[in-house]
């Protein structure tokens, strides 16, 4: 899946009309990672509150720490009966979360600040990856290790992915006239048959990056300068001033389950594979060290998975707004993001990276 607010194109005002609505209306069906809502109800006859969890997109290894805590009986410790849902490509992500049905939401920094630009009262409270997992893919005959070196190519873009080319053209004075860009399809092969000299992918996805071969070179959209978060916690800004108490327990847990799986992740992978039988086990255990990098890093080493530096997504903020990714509002970084939640579970989320 591609990052829909991060990727879409913007090649003339069509396209950035259709950027917009993808991203405020449909964003599921083109998100990073995978999006998810969450709807709370009263407490059970047990006393727990039961959440079901409504991802847009069919459940993976971008949720194995969340199906680890659920299995390990974490949500239930924090008094939360969850439930996980599995979504489809039609699936919507923003409907639920602004009608009430839904009091949580995932998608990527980026989607949430376009549809918060797009006047949807959105917020971010805590980032699952700490890195869009979106990348420009190479063979050794023809590196791109920076965005130099694309120039003189011939790039192969997703069908959305030309917005985060504009913005590297842009945030490196590259005239785009530099470069040849083409669209691929749903797999790789113009890399392989030389019709291209780099395809985009993620790097999650170890099944396609295994059949260019082993020696790859990979240039994520982070690493050249398109910075942001994946698979962040979002919700209305009403629903936050209500309920974060709901949300700290919720990320509480999720944390658990991220750590556990961080330190013991042959086994994670098992009881997420046991709990969804149709994951291939051995792609899970050849995928689950590059999803631990994505969750993981120097910044949740220090402060605990699920953080966010607000520096950073006010980078996010100016780079979106001189690619004109709002419709009719900038997004002012405290009014669409905040660290309440983060602060509140600081002692319990793991330090690891």
Known sequence: MTDTANQAGIAGRTNRR????????????????????????????????????????????????????????????????????????????????????????QMTSSQTLVAHGAGRPVMLFACGYQYSPYAYVSLPRSPIRTPQDMVGKTIAVNPNGRFTLQLIQNLHGIDPASMKVITQGADMTALLVGQADAVTGFLTNTSALAALGPDIITMTSEDAGVVGYANAYICTQDAFAENQEIYAKFIRACGKGWGWTFENRKEAVDIMCDAYPNLD???????????????FGPDTKANGWGWFEPAKLQKQIDLFASGKAFETRTPLLADVASQAILQATAADRPKLG
């Open 18 to 105: 259709d950027f917009l609505r993808l991203s405020t209306g449909a964003i599921a069906a083109a998100s990073l990672g995978t999006g998810a809502f969450v709807t709370i109800g009263r407490a059970n006859a047990a006393g727990a509150t039961p959440v079901q969890i409504q991802y847009d997109w069919l459940i993976g290894n971008g949720q194995i720490g969340d199906i680890v805590a659920l299995k390990k009986g974490w949500f239930a410790e924090e008094g939360l009966e969850v439930t996980l849902g599995g979504g489809g490509p039609n699936a919507q992500t923003l409907p639920p979360l602004l009608t009430g049905q839904a009091l949580m939401g």
């Open 281 to 295: 086990r051995t792609v899970e255990h050849a995928t689950v060290d590059t999803v631990m990098k994505i969750a």
